[in-house]
T-cell receptor
Framework: DTEVTQTPKHLVMGMTNKKSLKCEQH?????MYWYKQKAKKPPELMFV???????INESVPSRFSPECPNSSLLNLHLHALQPEDSALYLC?????????????FGPGTRLTVL | DAKTTQPTSMDCAEGRAANLPCNHS???????VYWYRQIHSQGPQYIIH???NNETNEMASLIITEDRKSSTLILPHATLRDTAVYYC??????????????FGKGTKLSVKP
């Protein structure tokens, strides 16, 4: 299984809602990533987990809260988001953090904040 | 910031070779050149990477100049399904944040019948 899955595919939420995005991989990868992609822009790195520990946080606002409960699962908890947070949220995984590894990307969750 | 410069867009006729250039004049000795592509509304997909030798796989070939300041991704027989944004990324082979994937604006390749 060489696939990264993300749920849900689409999400609409209000600014006072709390929601979560889920990412899963069963390739035995020990590094997992969250990226944010605004319309017509390239993906931007948000967080990197290595061996279930947060390794890199690219100065992301606290309304985004990542969680890695086990080596196969990565969550992104969302709370009090703003309309400008509407974007495609991409998850990726790789065998180890960054070093010489290709990253496998999921299809993304398209988030709309009203 | 991205360390690469790519044309904004290119067209290619179906069945012909697509040659996508990338400039990375400030590349350092410990940095690889990676190529990813992103088909509309999908996640990015790894294509190929190289350090200084030319590389080929089932998807594409990568030609890196001798001074390593530029490279060309070649799709030998482009199909309509190759229409995508192609990202050239320079990336350290050391770990940590030096190995982050930093996406630039990429080249929008349109393959036309």
């Amino acid at each position: 299984d060489t696939e990264v899955t993300q749920t849900p595919k689409h999400l609409v939420m209000g600014m006072t809602n709390k929601k979560s995005l889920k990412c899963e991989q069963h390739m035995g990868h020990r590094a997992m990533y969250w990226y944010k992609q605004k319309a017509k822009k390239p993906p931007e790195l948000m967080f990197v987990y290595s061996y279930e520990k947060l390794s890199i946080n690219e100065s992301v606002p606290s309304r985004f809260s990542p969680e890695c409960p086990n080596s196969s699962l990565l969550n992104l908890h969302l709370h009090a988001l703003q309309p400008e947070d509407s974007a495609l949220y991409l998850c990726a995984s790789s065998p180890f953090i960054n070093f010489y590894n290709e990253q496998f990307f999921g299809p993304g969750t398209r988030l709309t904040v009203l | 910031d991205a360390k690469t410069t790519q044309p904004t867009s290119m067209d290619c006729a179906e069945g012909r070779a697509a040659n996508l250039p990338c400039n990375h004049s400030t590349i350092s000795g410990n940095e690889y050149v990676y190529w990813y592509r992103q088909i509309h509304s999908q996640g990015p997909q790894y294509i190929i990477h190289g350090l200084k030798n030319n590389e080929t796989n089932e998807m594409a070939s990568l030609i890196i100049t001798e001074d390593r300041k530029s490279s060309t991704l070649i799709l030998p027989h482009a199909t309509l399904r190759d229409t995508a944004v192609y990202y050239c990324i320079v990336r350290s082979y050391y770990g940590g944040s030096q190995g982050n994937l930093i996406f630039g604006k990429g080249t929008k390749l349109s393959v036309k019948p």
